[in-house]
């Protein structure tokens, strides 16, 4: 299995902030890396595909970028509703994983 | 809009058989997409289970595949999950989702809202 690793675990940030949230996957996956967006007691958001690509209806403050093994997720200017546990998912081969998540909380 | 929902016990006993169903409304599950299952143990990550096509192709993860049966009934627009011998260590909220294709592979876009199950004696 491809294992994905996110860094950091956690962020503390406050809003208007620039977030950056990596990924790395345990072998070459090209671009076939996801990101979602999680907020509690909800189903995961995808916000990000092919590893750049803004999913339909997502704020442009959300951005991907990266190939190969190194990915990152940026949030240009962090807003309230943006206070949630961000996963990256490869989609190179099967079984899909998910990274362990990264928590972004209110400095 | 594609709405999914989850249905099915919330409880179920240790070496006992875990099934739920899952609703596809607003779109056919006969479409040119695929269904998954992705659970969530309380407090921690996401797991892929498997997917399955209309016309009956499954993909399931191997650290599952033993104990997953993923079958679609497309004359309901549903699609189901069944796991066996399950343990505490299967206590999580399960989610359906639908994959769609996006620049060449597959992602989950739509999901469901997600159901509970915990197995306890």
């Known amino acids: 299995d491809i294992q994905m690793t996110q860094s950091p675990s956690s962020v503390s940030a406050s809003v208007g902030d620039r977030v950056t949230i990596t990924c790395r996957a345990s072998?070459?996956?090209?671009?076939?890396l996801a990101w979602y967006q999680q907020k509690p007691g909800k189903a995961p958001k995808l916000l990000i595909y092919?590893?750049?690509s803004l999913q339909s209806g997502v704020p442009s403050r959300f951005s991907g970028s990266g190939s190969g093994t190194d990915f990152t997720l940026t949030i240009s200017s962090l807003q309230p509703e943006d206070f949630a546990t961000y996963y990256c998912?490869?989609?190179?081969?099967?079984?899909?994983?998910f990274g362990q998540g990264t928590k972004v909380e209110i400095k | 809009q594609v709405q999914l929902q989850e249905s099915g016990p919330g409880l179920v006993k240790p070496s006992g058989t875990l099934s739920l169903t899952c609703a596809v409304s607003?779109?056919?599950?006969?479409?040119?997409?695929?269904w998954s299952w992705v659970r969530q143990p309380p407090g921690k990550g996401l797991e892929w289970i498997g997917e399955?096509?209309?016309?009956?192709?499954?993909n399931y993860n191997p650290s599952l595949k033993s104990r997953v049966i993923i079958s679609v009934d497309k004359s309901r627009n549903q699609f189901s999950l069944i796991l066996s011998s399950v343990t505490a260590a299967d206590t999580a909220v399960y989610y359906c989702?639908?994959?769609?294709?996006?620049?060449?592979?597959?992602?989950?876009?739509?999901w469901g809202q997600g159901t509970l199950v915990t197995v306890s004696s």
């Open positions: 989702a639908r994959l769609s294709k996006y620049s060449s592979t597959w992602y989950p876009d739509y």
């Open positions: 607003g779109g056919s599950i006969s479409s040119s997409d695929w």
């Open positions: 399955i096509y209309h016309s009956g192709s499954t």
């Open positions: 072998q070459g996956i090209s671009n076939w």
């Open positions: 092919a590893a750049s």
């Open positions: 998912q490869q989609a190179n081969s099967f079984p899909w994983t």
